[in-house]
């Protein structure tokens, strides 16, 4: 049975709808201004501020606590690496150096599995008081069925609070396999997940709502972040269908 998990004022996961999160990608802060600013009004729970896109690392612990001042709603800050889709060149060292600087100032980070060091990471973003996200990404393709589920398992093992599993879906059937593993892990793992299919073969992923297992779901205000991702308003007005359907 999974857990409910908070972060802020929001909580995900058993219980509660599926999450909006808007990614926030400037690299200038103008454009992080103007993004944040626009998420007023919107229908969005999270912002995920993409560290990654900033282009100094030096900077990232100034311009997260900036960015967490500004938005009213919770952050999620994630520093996605190049092997991932993003755009951050850091080794892990590094790596789990400036997440562990972002643990400290946002109520939430991205962790990605792939890391040898991933749980020491999880740990010390524990103890900064975060909440974890274990990510993983697969840009080429979505796997077997069994290997979803057994990616799964490994990264719930590894102590975060949610799990993300990303992969590029290519045909239904991909956006098929993605869903069912959402809805595996509702009653298999302990903690909520959010599966997800990128390109438009994975539309469907994204507006699964909670019955798939689907503790959040990104969506665009701005500029989007990941192949797929629709206009917030249309990901909010199609769950809230889903949500009275379901009662
Ligand atoms: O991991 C994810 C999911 C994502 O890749 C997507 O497909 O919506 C978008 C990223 O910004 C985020 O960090």
Redesign the pocket.
Known sequence: MQREVQIGPVFLGPGNPTRIIA?LTGSTWDALVDEIDNLHGEPIDLA?W?ADMWPDPDELASVCSAVVQRCTIPVLA?I?TIDE?GRSALDENAYAHSVRKLAALAPCV?VEARWPSSAQIVDDAHNDGSTVII?A?NWELTPSPEEITRQLEQMAALDGDIV?V?YRAHSHADADAIMQAGRWAMSHLDVPTIC?G?GEAGVATRLAGPEFGLAAT?ATVGAS??PG?LPAQQVAHTLRGHAHRAH
Do not use: C, L, V
Request: overall charge positive; charged content about 30%.
């Open positions: 990614p995920e993409r994630t996605r889709g991205d990510s990404h993300k990303a997800i990128m990104f972040s990941a991702q």
